[in-house]
Structure formats: structure tokens, C-alpha cells
């Protein structure tokens, strides 16, 4: 049941995409640092925005992708799908981790305080508390079939809980930077904005690639006991190399 | 799904002792809470709300973790499984007896919010709809959560863990609704509250129910 380790056919692909988004980073942070106009208003502080746009983009996309895996699984019972999700809520947890540093981070000198109550804010907290949870549920069910499909469960149920929690929120309090499209901003404000967004995409995939494969291979591990666990761990193993 | 609802209700009965201890536990919260704020009487009647509901919900990971309690002892669960009945029906059966016994005990503590933090109200109706509301809203994604938490390590840690984050929107809205209940409501704006946790409770009553048939499976 476990043959299907995610993505084999292709084992450089997460490599090429990881330094071609460390490249692409690294020119689109440079020209939001160095060449890109100072915001009128905010100042230096606006040129996080460089980083945490993009980051809230990918984490979306993210969220999404676990949760179309979530879904794969249930209707398929493919292990593929399995590993993908447990990659993806990883990986959107970081995001979701790194967004709450960088809006911390811009919030204290623009608004002054480190936090605010603002709905995409708490949003992303609650999902990240809520997929931190489906993750530490995987870590705590030791049968792998009640594991993927459990999470799986879990991980619908708090996905779905998003849009309400965002409405919910945006209800009970609201006080944050109107959302701005690349038709609203000055070409110099958007090229590294784009660039970072196609770089933390690049890296966000190369990552969820190689959680997927880390993922599948333990599975196989856990799953194959006995005599045949050699035979099957090591075509694996020679892969790493 | 009668047959199943019966049958929770009878278990639950026969462990009143175990509602009257949450209950215990629920009072408690409500008297530490008011150590957190400090004797500022108009204070403690303003938070009053959040502190009942925050109350409810401590005490309700207690009642939801117990709720599988025997299906878990003697291995009852497979039995359950083997019966030749919608999976749904025993689901919906165990959430609708943790529904009543949540809104019991929600309404319990009402008193104890009344005497601690000077918060009464005449709108009993309306609190009332609000506290059976908001009791739906955590007992249907609870009640699959127990499922799951219920048979694995750690379940006290995980149960909480899973169910917090997830009910944010309808603690939000029972708590404002409640709070509007209770100091007055100056821009009529309860109703939106109301239907907000409606949304709610209907959204996961109904996904809930679709998923559990796959928490059972093995």
C-alpha cells in the first residue's frame, strides 16, 4: 500500500526549485532593499512588506494544497496524498509562523503595538494553532492508516474553519492596511514584489517536495516490518546519494 | 439515530455525579476568573460573558473526553461498529446528548455568573438561545475530536488542542452575543451575532456528520 512514495520520477526537481528560489530571494530582496523608492509615509519599515505580501500569498496557497490533500486522501485512501498533506501542513505552518513574526515586527513601529486584533492577523494564528494541532494528533497515533485518515479529517475541519474565522473577526474588530494589488501600487514597489513572490514559491514547493519524500519514506520504514523492510528501505536509501 | 441518542442520555444519567463534578469545576473557573481581574465590580460585570463561556468551554473538554468513556472500556467501540447502523446515527446521537448536557450546564452556570459578577439579566429567552447555540457549536465538532482523541496517548492534551483554535468563531459570537444579553443591546446588532453562530453550528453539524463514518473506520 505504501509503494506510492511521492514524487520518485523526478528526485533533483526539489533542488532546482530550492536554489532557484534562493536566487530569485535573493535579487528580489536586494532590489526591495537597495532600489526600490522609499515608502512616502512608512518609510524604510514598509520594505518588510517585500517579504510578508508574498509570504501570505504562499501560505495561502499552502493552506490550500493541505487541504486538497486532505481531501485526495479521503476519496482515494492514496498514501501519496498522505505524505503530501503531512509536507503541507507543515511547511504552511512555517509560513503561518513566519507571517505572524513579520506583521509583529512591521505592527510595532507603525501601529505601535506588537499585536493587533485585526482579522487576517488572528486569522493565521488560529490556523497555525489549529494545524499545530493536526501535526502534534500525527505525532501521537501510532497506526498509520487511523493517522492519515484522522488528519486528514482534522485537517478539512480546520481548513474550512478559515473563512469563518476571518468574517468572524473581521466583525468583532477591524484596523489593518487595506489590501493593495499590484494595479494599485507603483511598478517600482511591485517587480520585487513579484520576484520574492515566484522565489518563496519556488522554496515553499522544493520543501513541501522533499517533507512529501521524507515523509513517504518513513511511512514505508514504519509500515514494512520483518525480512522485507531491508529490501524495501534500501533502493531507498541509495537515492539519498 | 433515537436508539443511540437513548442510550447516551441513560449513560448520562446514571454518571450525574460526573455532571455535578464538571459543574463543580465550571463554578470554580468562573470564581478564579474574577482573582484574574481583581474586585472591580464593573469590571467583572463587563468580561462576565467571556468568563461564562470561557468557563463552558474549560469545563466542556472534560465532558466531551468522557463522553467515549465507554465506548473505549471493554473495547464497546467494535460492537458499536458491527451493528448493522448508520455510523452517522450513532455520531449524531452521542453529539446531541453532549449538546443537552453542555446547555445544562451552561444554564447551570448562569447563577454563578449572576451571584459572582452582578450580571443579571430579564432576557432569560434570548440568553437561553444563545447558550443552547453556542452548545451546539462545540459539541459537534467535539464530539468527533473525542472520537479520535479518545483512543490514543495523551488524549487530555489533544482533545483541547484540536478543539480551541477550531471554535474561535463561535466563542467569539456567543460571547458577544451573551455580553449583549446581558449590558444591553444599543445597536440591535445581536441577531447578526445570532446567525453568525447558526452559520456555524449548521456548517459542522453537517460536515462533522459526513466525516465521522471515516474516523470509525479501521
Known sequence: ?241 | MIAALRKELLLQWRSRSQFFSVFIFGATALLLFSFGVGPNAEILRQFSAGFLWLGLLLSSTLTLAESFHAEMENRAMEGLILLPADPRALYYGKAVANWIQLTLLGSALVPVMVILYDAGTTRLLSLLGVIILGAAGLSAPGTLYAAMTSQVRAKQTLLPLLLFPLIVPALLASVKATSLVILGDPMQSLNSWMSLLLAFDAIYWSLCGLLYPRVLED
Open chain 1, 1 to 241: 500500500m505504501t509503494q506510492n512514495t511521492a514524487n520518485q520520477r523526478f528526485p533533483r526537481t526539489p533542488y532546482i526549485l530550492l536554489g532557484l528560489g534562493a536566487l530569485l530571494y535573493v535579487f528580489g530582496s536586494y532590489w526591495g532593499l537597495f532600489i526600490a523608492p522609499k515608502e512616502q509615509y512608512m518609510g524604510d519599515v514598509q520594505r518588510i512588506m517585500y517579504v510578508h505580501v508574498p509570504t501570505a500569498w504562499n501560505w495561502m496557497l499552502a493552506v490550500i494544497f493541505a487541504f486538497v490533500s486532505a481531501v485526495i486522501f479521503l476519496f482515494t485512501s492514496n498514501y501519496k496524498w498522505d505524505s503530501r498533506l503531512e509536507a503541507g501542513l507543515e511547511v504552511s505552518s512555517l509560513l503561518a509562523f513566519l507571517l505572524c513574526c513579520q506583521g509583529s515586527i512591521w505592527a510595532k513601529p507603525t501601529w505601535g503595538v506588537w499585536w493587533d486584533w485585526d482579522p487576517r492577523l488572528t486569522s493565521v494564528a488560529v490556523l497555525l494553532m489549529a494545524f499545530l494541532g493536526v501535526i502534534a494528533l500525527r505525532n501521537f497515533v501510532e497506526d498509520a492508516a487511523r493517522r492519515a485518515i484522522w488528519s486528514s479529517v482534522a485537517t478539512i475541519i480546520a481548513a474550512v474553519d478559515l473563512p469563518i474565522v476571518y468574517f468572524s473577526v473581521k466583525w468583532w474588530n477591524s484596523l489593518h492596511q487595506q489590501q493593495s494589488s499590484p494595479k494599485t501600487v507603483s511598478s517600482d514597489f511591485y517587480i520585487p514584489l513579484r520576484v520574492n513572490a515566484f522565489a518563496i514559491l519556488f522554496l515553499m514547493t522544493g520543501f513541501i517536495m522533499l517533507r512529501a519524500r521524507l515523509a513517504s519514506r518513513r511511512l514505508a520504514e514504519e509500515t514494512s516490518v520483518g525480512p522485507e523492510a531491508t529490501s524495501l528501505g534500501e533502493p531507498m536509501a541509495g537515492e539519498l546519494g
